[in-house]
């Protein structure tokens, strides 16, 4: 009994000690997390923040090595742009992006659903080839089918022709479109859809009730990065168009010349043709987050 009761009262004199294992703060690592997406978001933004201040700077301010930060800010680069001084307005420009853009968004659209529903929900046959098809179309660069779409507005007359510039954005945007909308639509519910076809529903209306609702974030993403291709497109636009169907890149090309200062004017017109794609991104922001 001795012996024990030494032993116990040895043992709560001593308490064993344990090891707490090391705990990373949770906090710190969402600060850390924070500042790097912080840090990589002005590394990206970065050019675009320095073209928008160089906008505000005359062309000689501009045009020194290295651009001075501090110079002083004006407007003449955007009065320049808006044709101050010589009297080409940037507008006709300007509504034919919009037009061919938006149109052509529209078409695509209204061609890839049904097409992306028949490729998931009501698959055909071999549709796995029939896909691979749309994607084997954007395999060829657009420089080698150039010369043959010039040679065939010229003859069909559509040369400076917004209407076929149109239907080029359409053609161009469709496989990606596809793609796009096959991959939403096969998410959308079986249940759904046979819920649908026991009321009595059409194609059409099962559509436009039932898969638009489920499916209107990946039409907004969809009908972005389509706008967003059409609005940027450069090398169609130069060939086929002209003066009358000319787009707002092929008249922000128009400032770069071989003799004189012409930066401040380019970033000032870069500036103004990039807000129509921000104003979109921020406006389908929701349906994409």
Not at 162 to 189: D, G, H, K
Request: with cysteine; hydrophobic share 55%; aromatic share 10%.
């Amino acid at each position: 009994m001795t012996a024990l009761t030494q032993t116990n009262r040895s043992t709560q004199s001593f308490p064993v000690v344990r090891k707490r294992k090391s705990k990373t703060d949770p906090t710190r690592n969402k600060t850390a997390a924070g500042l790097a997406a912080w840090l990589l978001a002005l590394l990206f933004a970065s050019p675009v923040l320095w073209m928008v201040l160089t906008s505000f700077h005359s062309e000689n301010d501009a045009a020194t090595n290295p651009p001075s930060v501090a110079a002083n800010l004006t407007i003449d680069a955007y009065k320049e742009f808006f044709g101050a001084s010589s009297g080409v307005s940037p507008w006709p420009a300007l509504i034919n992006s919009a037009t061919a853009s938006i149109l052509s968004t529209v078409l695509v659209l209204a061609l890839a659903i049904p097409a992306a529903y028949a490729l998931s929900i009501r698959p055909v046959k071999k549709w796995t080839d029939v896909l691979f098809f749309f994607l084997s179309t954007k395999m060829m660069p657009v420089v080698a089918a150039v010369l043959p779409l010039f040679l065939f507005a010229k003859t069909a007359g559509a040369l400076d022709n917004i209407w076929f510039l149109i239907l080029m954005y359409t053609s161009m945007n469709l496989p990606i479109a596809v793609w796009m909308m096959r991959s939403f639509l096969a998410e959308v519910p079986v249940e759904m859809l046979e819920a649908a076809q026991l009321d009595g529903a059409n194609l059409i209306l099962t559509l436009r009730k039932v898969i638009a609702p489920v499916a209107m974030p990946g039409i907004a993403a969809t009908a972005l990065i389509c706008f967003i291709f059409s609005w940027n497109e450069l090398l169609l636009a130069r060939v086929l168009t002209g003066v009358v169907a000319g787009t707002a890149p092929v008249f922000l090309t128009g400032f770069v010349s071989s003799q004189g200062l012409f930066l401040a004017k380019v970033c000032a017109a870069a500036v103004v043709i990039s807000l129509p794609v921000l104003f979109a991104g921020f406006a389908a922001q929701d349906k994409l987050v």
